[in-house]
């Protein structure tokens, strides 16, 4: 069975650029994640979503970060503009249902440099 | 307070040795609880699910306190693959919260 999908791997940008991040979920998973991970923490939600319905985007900077998964299926992430602090890993998972117990599958991430 | 809060390490420990991990969390409608493993510069995995009851997966056990709010995790005979740092996740009415993790380095 073929996993969690993300490109690119890695990407360098200046602050104040915009970048995108793809992620493709394991096939029939209805529920996908975003997480930032950055050096030393552990992964933290930006957002969550149920098909293509948001679940919770609580933790997501709105004026900054956008995100969409149009058809239910891929999901893309985008920053306009970046900033010195969104360097990160920012990874992509997904899980059958999200349910309490459901196990949620990883993505390799894609890491985000800002200079 | 953070709402799941781990012991940073690191630990370091030789081939055959018993290590236990430890971790709070601050949420007490907190549903599920999981640890996760961490290779260096791959993405986290699940170890195993944590049940109320305890439960033992080869050489790794899990326990749960739910009236001290307490997840552990207790590797034995430590593999040099064991090298990894663990995750402790918890699921708090459908949204995971990490800790920061605990760094595992085994020695030979």
């Known amino acids: 069975e073929a996993g969690v999908a993300q490109s690119p791997r890695y990407k360098i940008i200046e602050k104040r650029q915009s970048v995108a991040f793809w992620c493709n979920p394991i096939?029939?998973?209805?529920?996908l994640y975003w997480y930032q991970q950055i050096l030393g923490q552990g992964p933290k939600l930006l957002i969550q979503?149920?098909?293509?319905?948001?679940?919770?985007d609580s933790q997501l900077p709105k004026d900054r970060f956008s995100a969409e998964r149009l058809k239910g299926v891929d999901s893309t992430l985008k920053i306009q503009p970046a900033k010195l602090e969104d360097s990160a890993v920012y990874l992509c998972?997904?899980?059958?249902?999200?349910?309490?117990?459901?196990?949620?599958?990883f993505g390799p991430g894609t890491r985000l440099t800002v200079l | 307070r953070k709402e799941v809060e781990q012991d940073p390490g690191p630990f370091n420990v030789p081939e055959g040795a018993t290590v236990a991990f430890n971790c709070t969390y601050s949420?007490?409608?907190?549903?599920?609880f999981f640890w996760y493993r961490q290779d260096c510069r791959k993405e986290p995995k699940l170890l195993m699910s944590?049940?109320?009851s305890g439960n033992e997966d080869g050489r790794f056990t899990a326990q749960l306190n739910r009236a001290s709010q307490y997840i552990s995790l207790l590797i034995r005979d430590s593999k040099l693959s064991d090298s990894a740092t663990y995750l402790c996740?918890?699921?708090?009415?459908?949204?995971?919260?990490f800790g920061a993790g605990t760094r595992l380095t085994v020695k030979p």
């Open positions: 998972a997904s899980s059958l249902n999200g349910g309490a117990l459901d196990t949620q599958y």
């Open positions: 096939s029939g998973h209805a529920t």
């Open positions: 979503f149920q098909n293509n319905g948001v679940v919770d």
């Open positions: 949420n007490s409608a907190s549903q599920s």
């Open positions: 944590v049940y109320s």
């Open positions: 996740v918890v699921n708090i009415i459908g949204d995971m919260r």
